[in-house]
Structures are given as C-alpha cells and as structure tokens.
C-alpha cells in the first residue's frame, strides 16, 4: 500500500490565507546584497512581526502538509531556505518522516507548478556537533544547507532542529570550529542568519517570545517567522485590576484558524469514545495513594493517615478490598509485578493483575469491533477498501512488557493468552462463511495466530526510550516498523502476497507526542501517572482520519471514525475535561444576556458562506422582527415562538444553531462509554416494518451508466472551452508583488494593500508537462488535447506564454463546471445484483438495524418529545440539522393517513452521485391511500439555496424517477408549509396525474 495524500478543503483554506497573507518579495529594494546567491531574496517587511504569520490548526488536520506545501508555494517567488524548529526530538522525527516519504515527494511532483522541484532536508542533531578526532567541524548538514545556492533553481532547502540544539551551550552558538562557513563565518547562528531564512516553527506554545529558545531564534535574522500550531503561547496584559492573559499572537489573531471544535464537528478528526472498567461507588471510594515506595518498604495513604507495608507483607491486611495473595515485593514493585509509583492511585479491589487484564481486555474487545468493521466495510456492500487497524497501549513498566534476555514480561504474556483466545473465538465464528470478505477475514486471522505462536511473533511490539540506539537487531526491527514503515504498518500483506499481521503497538512516555499513525482506532492506557495535558496528548495519537488499504484518506462523512480511549475508573472524569478543553478554543464567548458583536460577526460569516447579502442589518431586524432583542441588543427574558417559551438567548439558538455549532463541540463527538444515554436512538420497528417493501428496493446497488454519446459530449465541450475567448481562458502570467500605501481611515492611519502583476517576466511551464497534467486532469485523450492546443496558439498568435499554471488550472475548472452541467442528465440508474446494508438496513439479515447513531440524524437535539406515534424514532431527544425547515416538518402534527414519517439518516440510501461520493434525501413519509400506499421522499434546504443544492435535487430526482410505479414522489422543499401542501397533493390522488418533482 502506498498512501495517497490529498489535498483538504481545509488545508486549500490554510494555503490561500498565508498566501493573502505573506507581503512578498521586495523587487524595488535598493539593498546591494540582494543578489547574493547564498541567501534569499529580500521580503517586503523582512523582519517585521506585523508580516509575520499564525496558522493554527488542531492537531491532527495536517499541519505539516500545509507548511510543506507553502514552501513549495513560497519558492515560486524565489525563497529557497527555510528553518524548521520543532520542540523536541520525536516530533523532528515525524516531521522527518512526513517531508522523504514517498507519498509526500509523488504528491507534491504532481501539483502543476512544483513538477520539477526538490525539498532537500538537512536535519541536524545535538551529538552531530560532537569533536572527531581531535577536529571541530560542522555538522555536514548545516554545512550543505548554509553553502547552498539559488543557482540551483529546482531545490528547496531545508534546515530541520529541535529547540533543544538552540540552547546558549549547544554547538549552535559555539564560535570555536575548525572550519569556516562561507568563506569566514564560524559560528552556525551567524552562518544561518546570512541565508535570511524563513523560519517555520512547529507548536509555537513551547516557544514563548521572553524565553532563552526563541530569542535563538531571532539570533538567526529570520526575514519572516510562519508559526503552525493547535494552542499559542499566552501573555499578560495590563496592569492591577485591569491584568488579564491573551494569547500572543503575532497580528492580534491567527491568519488562519481551525479550532478544535471546528475540527471535533467537521468531522475533520475521529470522534473518540472514552472507556472505563466498572467498579462499585463504594469500591471507588476506598482510594489509595501511594505516598512513598522504597525498595524495603511501601507507604500508601488515605484520608491523611498512612499505611506502612513491609517487604512480603500483605496488601489486604491494609483493606480486604486488595484480595489475593498481593505483596510488596520490594524493589518499587508488588508481587503482581506492577511497578509502583509514588502518587499513583490504588483502589482496592482493582489494582491487581485483573485490573490491569480487564483494560487490556476491553482494549482487544475494542479492538476487534473495530477491525471487523473496518475489514468488512458492510455499509459499502463489502466492496469498499479495506482499513487496517492499529491499537496502541501505553503502560507502567517497560519489564512488564519486557523480560530478561528476551523473555517475555508478563504483561505481554497477559496479553498473549487474551488475544489469542480472541482470535480463536473469532476464526470459529468465520471459518464456515460463504461470503467472500468473511473468509479473507478469517485467514488473516489465522495468519495472526501463527505469527503469535512463532519463535520471533510479528504481531505486536513495543517502542520505549531505551530503544534508541539499541544493538539488538529485533528490537530496532520493532522500532523500524513503528516509527519508520508507516506504509507497512497500514498494508495489509507485503509484496510477496504475505499477511502482516502486526497491529497491536506499546510504549511508555516515547509515542506521547510527536508520533501518530491515522489507523490507530483504540488507545488503553495501562499506567495511572500523568497530568491531563499529557491524556490529551495521548489521545492525539490516534485522532487522524484513517487511510484505506488502496492509500487514500477516508472522510467521516464517508465512514464514521472513532477512538476508543481506555483509562482506568480513577480518571474516568477525563471525558468532561476533554470536552471542557476543546470547548475552551471557542472562537468566541457566548454571552446568555446580550447579543455581543463578537456573536453577531461569527453569524454574519456563517450565514454569508450560503447568502452573500446576508448581513449585521439583516440578522438584527429578523431578531427585532421576532422579538427576541431590546434596542440595545439584551436578550428578552420571554419569548414565544411556534407557540413555545423561551429566553431570548434560547430564540436566538432557535434560529440561528451554528452560533453554539461554532462555539461547542457536538455531545457525540467526545462521549462516554459508560454513560451515553443521547448517543444511541432506538428505531421503532413497527413504524419501519411500514417502509419494509420500498426499503427492498432501495438496498440494492445501483450503478451509474453513462449515455453513448457521453465521450462525444466532453470532447465537444472541450472543444468549446478552447475556443471560447469571452471568458479570457487562456491568460498570460506574471509574478505578483504587493504594493502598500498608507491611507487614513475613520481618522486613522491603515495600510492598504494590492497585488501587482511585475512588468516583465511572464511566468510558463514545460508545454509537455502542461499537457500531461490537463490529461490527467480531464481525462481526456493526449492527441486530442495536443491538437485543441495547437489551433488555440495559433489563435494567440503562436505566444506560448499563455502555457502557464493560470491557464491550466481555467482550463480544468471550467470544463468541469460545463461537462457536469451537460450530463446531469445524461445518465440513468442500473440496479446490480445485489444489496448492501446501510446506516439504517442490514442486507444480510433483511432487516432494519435496532439502533443508529443520534449524530447520523442531525447535529442538534431537542429534548422536546414529539408525540406522535407514527415516528420512526424513540423519543426524546428530536435530532435535526437545522431549526428551519427541519425542527419545524418534525414538529409538525399529520393526520391519519400519513402511517409512518421521520428523518433518515446520514448513508440511510447512497444514492451514487455523477461527480462522486453519495447523497441521501433527509425525510420520508408514507402516504395511506386507498389503491395501495405511496411514498414522498423530501430533500430539505434552506430558501437561499447554494449552487450544489441544485446538483443534489437533479440526481436524486433521477435516482427516484426509476421509482414512481411503486408509489415513490420525490421533492425538494424549503419550508414546513411547502411540505404540507406536498402531503396534500397526494392525499388527494393529485400524485398520479401531476408531476410534483418538475
């Protein structure tokens, strides 16, 4: 398997902001270095902090793609050197990993404009500086990136340190070598302070600006700083009553910002369950701490009184909650062979070997629910790729996993006996199945057996600290594959057709941070120590979207991801402090009494991605216009809307929900496993037993098959573009530079700032380059693309200066918009021979499933029952998308014929989609009628209607016009009103001579 990077619509959002944002080079400076070949060209503002940059971004949504590809984008306009500053050793080596994989060099070779460029990294470590018989030299490194040159047109340098290297004693601020850097320069701050590097750091929280590492890195003269992080550093501000903290940030905020909330509800990151044994209250109140542990004597604590126990000394003679025959054993451990740590929590009756063995086996519990799901991918009809899934534990004593001379520690021998238990359970359950993807299931399960049983087993491993540098050759093997052979890792089998069966990852502090892999679906952690800071850090480990086996990233709205987090009970608050903690990174406060204009804003911009008009006038008169605002803007104490009470605050959520949408993170995204009683909705059955027939048919697959003509109709389009010179197609490229002025503004001075194309100097690319990426772009044949081009220059007088990036890419987009537009009705349905299960059918077993996911119904609840018998849910909560139409159909009262109504759920049908991927309408309703039953599907969307709305209503209009003679009506709607008239329509027979969907 190699992974496929792609590109994200939120990392094509963080590129544009730093590319708004960056001033540009200075191509009028007067400077008589400028030319000089071993540094970069000058900036515009070089060294200011008001040019300076902050993206921040949550971990996990990649971040170190993005600041990849800006030094791609940055190089356009000539910037070659570039720093890097990452916080510690193990985050350089992700980084590391990320910028020589393969799949990041193939990617970024065919993004049009980078073809031919190369990232040449130079990473350069602490022991690198160390003397060599008797000689100081330069790290050959610092050495290759300092003494680079921009003759070299096609290469990126690239300096990687941690920020420990940049400490007053490293060898960074040593003066003493041997040897000198260009041509005089001893000392490697002052050495890269004359490239004039760009310098990129990485969690920008572990540098603030009045700290010893930063102000290193202002030693080196850096023309422009980008920092890229999830959390800042903090300042205080004022003085006396009037102190408070803020966030430094560079120009006030970030250029760029995706808060974890934003990436928690996007779905952009794996929603995580948090998981804990169960024990009694009375169990959990009797908890001990560990005050002190000497190797002759064991101290625990509780309620401020102390409990000596000697060497050999029973545990329960403390409290008879510790059964079993658990001693101090001496040496830091008990006799159960868990090292004990003073502060840790003990809790009797838990703290045993059984304890320790119930996490372990909810983990492979979790596991495996997980790996079944992610194998079989059955909402896919078992076609879809498979995902490989990863579990990582973390845990107390490396000699617990660990023995001796290469004997197993007996947690690992725990572990062992527990999954290959496991493993039986689950091959007795396969081995006799028919379905293809069960049995391929089941031998690699039998595969896994034999790798655990073998001499040298190949199913889990372990990373600790005391690896590095290890001499023996199956331990590095171990580390290899953990922190290097991430492509590995994520396969399946290698290239000889062989399963790898290793899954299962353990590590003490080493994997915290720094290290993640998007397949890891269960993280259980087997130690007590550690602040909240570091839980979240380990959470972070496994919060990536997964990769499928084909490479490529799978989005949650294709397949729901989630983490199983595993703790033990004493932290099992940890799930209330993540929500709080990611609540905290709320772009703005709610305030419950007034609409403030921080609140007003973030509506303005939500609103106008869907109604450009939309705006602060428009959003106070609807408020005034309902009542739920005084002149001054204070919410009302009562309101009433639709016929309910509420507070003014309450009305404005009412009415605008992306308010607490932006500002919370979803109660599904961070749940607990053990108390969820909103994640799950019950289906009634008896009201889907009603859909039964029409749910028959909408199981199968169907596939998209094209008209003939098809191929004929996107060269004819083609053709069209090529000539089309209205629309300026074809354009000529120039380098831009950003020109300021100082203008005055509500009587204050601004810079006001406008791109500029330079006057000379147009900007091309190699014609052959040219066409294979519009080849591939378009899909088109090579010779017919080659002839287009050639009566087009010859239009353009035979100039090839419009073979240029902007060309390429007006070519592309524009033939995508008129060839969709062409043939969203160039198509039809074909039923295939089969069904496939959904969200809401098993295929299988030909029946509805007993329960969904709340989230997969809407976003928001309402705890408000709706009383009607004939929905298809349990109720409360009501779950919905949006207060208007949605809350409203659903909260609407139907007469006697309609038998069955509700909303369906997220993948409840995948209709296939011309231009990928799949939609599903959002209600149903069953119609009694006298002749036989009939069906209205409703697609809901808001009255300002975005230009995909309409792509959706023409393909899922075609999906249902194959149903009409079975009684199914489809619509979009905008309103409640426009819903009930449909009903009408159709309870009055009007359904079988009017068209409602035209």
Known sequence: MKIQLERLPHQVAAIDAINQAFKGVDVNTKNPDAGYIYANPILNYAGNEKSYIDIKMETGTGKTFVYTQMMYEMHKQGIFKFVIVVPTPSIKEGTKNFITSDYARQYFFGVPGYENVKIQLNTINAGDFKNKRGRRNFPAQLSEFVEATRQNVNQIQVLLINSGMLSKNSGMHKSDYDQTLLGGETNPIKAIAATRPVII??????????????????????????RFGATFPQTMTGKGKNKRTII????????????????????????IDINYPEITEEEASRLYKVKSVKAKQLVLSRNGKDYPVNVNENLADVDEGFAGEITYAGGKKLSNELELQPDMKLIPGTFSQNYQDEIIQQAIDRHFEAEVRNFMRSESGGNAPKIK????????????????????????????????????????????????????????????????????????AGYFSE??????????????????NKEKLLSFKDKDGNWITRRFLFSKWTLREGWDNPNVFVIAKLRTSGSEISKIQEVGRGLRLPVDETGHRVQQDEFESRLAFLIGYDERDFAQTLVNQINEDAPIELNHDELTDAMIKLI???????????????????????????????FKSDVEIDGSKMSGYEALIYFYPEVEHRTKVSSEKVRDHKNQPTTKVKLRKSNWKQLEELWKQLSKRQMIKFDNDVNDLAQTVAEEIFKDNEN?????????????????KNNQAVIQE???????????MKYGSFLKKLAMQTDLPVNFLHQQMIAAIKRLNGNKDYINERTLDNLVREFNKRFNERIKNSYSYEPLKFAASTSIYDAKKKEFVDEISANDLGFYSDESAINDDKYLYDRPPLRYDSANPELKILKRTYDNKIVAFGKLPKRAVKIPRYDNGTTTPDFIFKIERERKPIYLVIETKAANMRLGDETIRVIQKTYFDKLKESGVYYQMATSEQEVHDLINKLENGEGDTNDITD
């Open 604 to 634: 303005v911009e939500e609103r106008q991605k869907s109604d450009k008009s939309f705006d602060k006038d428009k959003l106070l008169k609807d408020l005034d216009a309902h009542n739920i605002i005084t002149r001054s803007n204070e």
């Open 201 to 226: 750091i990485d969690e920008p929280h572990r540098f603030p600006r009045n700290k010893v590492t930063y102000k290193a890195i202002e030693e080196m003269k850096p023309q422009l700083i980008v």
């Open 467 to 484: 690896d590095r540098g290890s001499g023996d050759e199956a331990i590095q093997a171990e580390v290899d594959d953990i922190l290097k």
């Open 728 to 744: 300026k197609i074809f354009v000529r490229q120039r380098p831009q530079m950003i020109k300021q002025k100082v203008v005055t």
């Open 248 to 271: 430094d940030y560079y120009r006030g905020e970030p250029q760029f910002t995706l808060n974890a909330i934003d990436s928690f509800n996007q779905g952009l990151v794996k929603a």
């Open 754 to 764: 406008s791109p500029t194309d330079y006057e000379n100097n147009y900007l091309t």
């Open 389 to 460: 899934t990863l579990s990582l534990f973390f845990i107390d004593s490396i000699a617990s996993f660990r023995g001796p001379e290469h004997t197993k520690g007996w947690l690992a021998k725990h572990f062992e006996k527990m999954l290959t238990k496991k493993l039986k359970q689950l091959i007795k359950k396969y081995e006799m199945s028919i379905e293809s993807r069960e049995k391929e299931y089941c031998e690699f399960l039998q595969a896994t057996l034999r790798d655990l049983n073998a001499e040298h087993q190949q199913v889990y």
